[in-house]
């Protein structure tokens, strides 16, 4: 059984950075050809897909975050670490990691619980 858990921080003050954990059990985040993603959903508004780590550690960016966003792993852990900096109130969502199948479909079998991301000062 695949698991995923995010972590972090709920509460971030403007201009920090958002620094956010998942850890995957039941899966290798090295295995083709799977790729995991970072996803968050505002309050009140649709999912917006914010980036990739793909299983030999290429990365992929949503355009408008792309400036902002970094994602990274840590295989020895099975972790990948989604980090988005110059934060906003409008950054404020819930977060969720995930995995997407890798085949073109954009299916995301497995998610995480989500971490609910407030920035406030």
């Known amino acids: 059984q695949v698991q995923l858990q995010e972590s972090g921080p709920g509460l971030v003050k403007p201009s920090q950075t958002i620094s956010l954990t998942c850890t995957v059990s039941g899966a290798s985040i090295t295995t083709d050809p799977y790729y995991w993603i970072w996803v968050r959903q505002p309050p009140g508004k649709g999912l917006e897909w914010i980036g990739r780590i793909v299983h030999d550690g290429r990365t992929s960016y949503t355009p408008s975050l792309k400036s902002r966003t970094s994602i990274s792993r840590d295989t020895s852990k099975n972790q990948f670490t989604l980090n988005l900096n110059s934060v906003s109130p409008e950054d404020t969502a819930m977060y969720y990691c995930?995995?997407?199948?890798?085949?073109?479909?954009?299916?995301?079998?497995?998610w995480g619980q989500g971490t609910q991301v407030t920035v406030s000062s």
């Open positions: 995930a995995r997407d199948l890798g085949d073109g479909s954009g299916c995301l079998d497995y």
